[in-house]
């Protein structure tokens, strides 16, 4: 039986969830204290790695709305915590929960490095561009140990292959070495993600994430490097961080963004209840409000998950972000579709072993 002992209503520092109840595959989850092991302080719950020989690294999808077919995770889970994050659910695979666990049990793919290797030099392989960071972000706190994202740089850079990256991780500065380069061939695009410029909101929301500002001032080392950059407002949180898109969208223009991009709050499965238990402790003069406009782009459900939809809603209130957005971008300057990545310059790099070695 598997152990929880977070399940009080006290925050926990540092956290965003709230519980840590079962996910969907593992519904006979309770709380027990058998005498065995020691009691855990409630308001900090620890970090754990723990280490997964991946088989495969790239994943595919033919969703319609999304602007790429494959990407690759270097981790499952994510200590940054954001309490909307859609990719919670992802954790009930492993019977962990969408909750605190997924913010604190993590798993790391150390040899994932070797084989996006072996997967780009299969036969079959054809080269498109690969996303880096859209499940769980790839510049994590846990990267500057295990650097399993920086590996897989390298490893696309070797090949000169198209990535895009989406984080909101400041470390992603530490790659600039290898970033910059593939930038002046056209084969990177960075997407940075700042949800509001409250810091306060922030620290609550996404509690180990970088602040606002840090996340700003990211985006402008990187396009000071070269590396263009979009600013994405993403999720759109109706009641609570609406009000902001135009200032998100100057300040992303101001630190260099050449591009933008925005997302309104998704809820699937688990992370609906989630973030109802966050509403509910952060925000409650504003819960109702933050539910009925949801509801209202949704069909009165809390999410709609059909494609077209999911992403953006639908109805007046999404239709007047959409414009407000629209108009934004087009007073800053900013791009909403941008050029295709190069895919021409994909090669397979010489190893040990080829005859051309030995010339």
Known sequence: MQIDRTTNSKTHKARAALSNTAGRFDPQRESVVDGWCPEVETSHVPTEVRLEDARSIISYNRSPDLPFDRSINPYRGCEHGCIYCFARPSHAYLGLSPGLDFETKLVARPNAADILRHEL????????TLALGTNTDPYQPIEKAQQVTRACLEVLSDF????????????????????????????????????TLDPGLSRRMEPRAPTPARRLAAIKRLSDAGIPVRIMVAPVVPGLTDHEVEALLAAGAVAGADAASWIMLRLPREVSELWQQWLAEHEPGRAAKVMARLREMHG????????????????????????????????????????????????????VGDQLSLL
């Open 160 to 195: 000169n292959h198209p990535v895009a990256i989406v984080t909101k991780g400041a470390m992603i500065e530490r790659d600039i070495d290898i970033l910059s380069p593939m930038a002046a061939k056209g084969l990177v695009r960075v997407g940075i993600s700042v949800t």
């Open 300 to 351: 009165g459900r809390d999410y709609d998950p059909r494609w077209g939809q999911r992403m953006r809603g639908e109805g007046e209130y999404a239709r007047m972000i959409g414009h407000r957005f629209k108009s934004a971008c087009k007073r800053l300057g900013l791009l909403e579709k941008t050029p295709a990545l190069r895919s021409d310059l994909f090669a397979l790099p010489a190893q």
């Open 121 to 128: 030099r299969a036969r079959r392989y054809r080269v498109a």
